[in-house]
């Protein structure tokens, strides 16, 4: 299963990451559709939506970006801009993206999950291919400049021991044992 490292800015926690992905998909949706403007409610629900898409997938673990063996073969994901960043200028914190079909499977659940509450909200269904084509292009500009791939990652000895932590809890919280 691939699984990519989210590595953000140390100022940044996952909430924060998670406002930016929402309103690159706001935005996103505003600019496929007729309907201006979405609206605040709108927003919210998206957010909301996309939590939920990435709490099962977003992982964090106490020993994870700790160890060489973690940035070794490191390298850009497919969604990285090509003038973005090098894995040394995001020092942590550190989380994994699991994605069993890889990035098209997170556009198309994504798809998927916003489709429906926007079909609702707009009075009636985008194609499906205007649809993905917002996801993604909010996806690439929310996670593409944090994302790293890693074939090794997860699979060396240490990794066995890793004592999982709740991504969502910011600060001290997420460090001092707020284990799942």
């Not at 600060?171 to 044992?177: F, R, S, V």
């Amino acid at each position: 299963m691939p699984t990519y490292q989210l590595r953000l800015p140390d100022s940044r926690r996952l909430d924060d990451w998670l406002d930016e992905v929402s309103w690159a998909t706001w935005d996103e949706v505003v600019h496929h559709t007729t309907v201006e403007p979405l609206g605040p409610h709108a927003f919210v629900r998206i957010r909301q939506i996309l939590r939920e898409r990435f709490e099962s997938t977003v992982k964090a673990y106490r020993s994870c970006g700790l160890w060489s063996y973690c940035r070794a073969g490191a390298r850009p994901s497919a969604w990285m801009p090509e003038a973005c960043c090098r894995p040394e200028e995001h020092p942590g914190p550190w989380y994994l993206l699991e994605a069993p079909q890889g990035l098209p499977g997170v556009v198309a659940d994504a798809t998927d999950r916003l489709g429906e509450f926007l079909t609702c909200f707009l009075g009636g269904p985008l194609p499906r291919r205007t649809m993905e084509t917002a996801v993604e292009t909010a996806l690439r500009r929310g996670v593409g400049p944090y994302l790293y791939e890693n074939p090794g990652c997860g699979s060396h000895p240490f990794c066995d021991a890793r004592i999982p932590l709740n991504p969502w809890l910011a600060g001290e919280d997420a460090a001092d044992g707020a284990y799942v």
